[in-house]
Nanobody
Framework: QVQMVESGGGLVQAGDSLRLSCAAS????????MAWFRQAPGKEREFVAT????????YYADSVKGRFTISRDNGKNTLYLQMNSLKPEDTAVYYC??????????????????WGQGTQVTVSS
């Protein structure tokens, strides 16, 4: 089991950058695929990005590809999301999640049984 706490959210202007962090507990962090999801008000939670365990393969939602970068530091048990060129439509609560490697279901939230509490990102126009 792994427990996670996100940080780094805030209020920024369009075009700015933010880096989110997700600190995980436990000695098995490196064995989990890790992901970021987000949920905007009145909308369903959606996949943002994922990074696999061991190999570090990454996948991104089309809406963030080229602007966001997911990375992990297994020595620090920490997941990151570097967000550049932020847009108002990126406004949401961002969640980190831990689960299984899956090249097929990486975008599905039910692939990730462990979740953080979320951090708010607000982008003003």
């Amino acid at each position: 089991q792994v427990q996670m706490v996100e940080s780094g959210g805030g209020l920024v202007q369009a075009g700015d950058s933010l880096r989110l962090s997700c600190a995980a507990s436990g000695r098995t962090f490196s064995t989990y695929a890790m992901a970021w999801f987000r949920q905007a008000p009145g909308k369903e939670r959606e996949f943002v990005a994922t990074i696999s365990a061991i190999a570090g393969n990454t996948y991104y939602a089309d809406s963030v590809k080229g602007r966001f970068t997911i990375s992990r530091d297994n020595g620090k048990n920490t997941l990151y999301l570097q967000m550049n060129s932020l847009k108002p439509e990126d406004t949401a609560v961002y969640y980190c999640a831990a689960g299984r490697n899956s090249a097929t279901y990486y975008y599905r939230d039910d692939n990730y049984p462990y979740w953080g509490q979320g951090t708010q990102v607000t982008v003003s126009s």
